[in-house]
């Protein structure tokens, strides 16, 4: 699976950071590596980084289906998504509008640098 899972227990942080081609079956299926890591907290904040990823093969359905299931998280926590392509970032946005039930804190930012600003001091 084109994806490493990180999750940094000092800042609090479960980080995602895909590469190369993505497809609905990698994006979808990393929920359960998430839920099935030890270190799994869900009140850690979330960054999901797009920003190795060479090519993206999402489709709105699987997006909506995503974003219809509960989160993971809790519901303060902050979901960033890093997608520094405007074809990454138009998927991500559309995944947002999507999740607005579910995610309400829910951001999209071009690179990491946005991401850890947007995170609490604690965090950064």
Do not use: C, W
């Not at 929920?31 to 030890?38: E, G, H, L, M, V």
């Not at 869900?42 to 509960?70: H, K, W």
């Amino acid at each position: 699976m084109p994806v490493v899972l990180k999750i940094d227990l000092h800042r609090r942080i479960v980080y995602s950071a895909f590469y190369g081609k993505i497809t609905d079956v990698e994006v979808a299926g990393h929920r359960s590596a998430i839920a099935s890591d030890p270190d799994f907290n869900s009140a850690f904040n979330e960054i999901v980084d797009f920003s190795a990823v060479t090519d993206a093969s999402l489709s709105e359905n699987t997006l909506a289906a995503m974003a219809a299931n509960p989160s993971l998280f809790s519901a303060s926590v902050l979901h960033i998504i890093v997608a520094p392509t405007e074809k990454l970032f138009q998927i991500a946005s559309k995944f947002k509008d999507f999740a607005q039930s579910t995610r309400a804190n829910l951001f999209v930012v071009r690179s990491r640098d946005e991401a850890y600003k947007l995170l609490p001091a604690r965090t950064a």
